[in-house]
Nanobody, 126 residues
Framework: QVQLVESGGGLVQAGGSLRLSCAAS????????????MAWFRQAPGKEREFVAG????????YYTDSVKGRFTISRDNAENTVYLKMNRLKPEDTAVYYC???????????????WGQGTQVTVSS
């Protein structure tokens, strides 16, 4: 069983910042979160869900989709089973519902689990 609860979204003007959080719980994560590569994904209206950023189980390695490089930073706190996404210099095209999930394979852009949390809405006004 996996539970993923995203929070921290909101309405912000272009150029602003937000920090998203994702709390992972459930039987699957209770003893394995600190061994699990994690990622953030997003889904804009009318579009498919896409990969945004990934972080290794240790937190030492990260990678990003090109459109957010230099603006977004993914991090994690294994003691709290939480993954974060700090988003700076937000653009209207960042508007989407943001989700977290485990990474299927390190270096790829696919989620591991077929189920998702409720996500958190990020809306960037121009």
């Amino acid at each position: 069983q996996v539970q993923l609860v995203e929070s921290g979204g909101g309405l912000v003007q272009a150029g602003g910042s937000l920090r998203l959080s994702c709390a992972a719980s459930g039987h699957t994560f209770s003893s394995t979160f600190s061994d699990t590569n994690m990622a953030w994904f997003r889904q804009a209206p009318g579009k498919e869900r896409e990969f945004v950023a990934g972080i290794s189980w240790s937190g030492y390695s990260t990678y990003y989709t090109d459109s957010v490089k230099g603006r977004f930073t993914i991090s994690r706190d294994n003691a709290e089973n939480t993954v974060y996404l700090k988003m700076n210099r937000l653009k209207p095209e960042d508007t989407a519902v943001y989700y977290c999930n485990a990474l299927d394979i390190w270096g790829t852009f696919s989620s591991k689990y077929p189920f998702w949390g409720q996500g958190t809405q990020v809306t960037v006004s121009s």
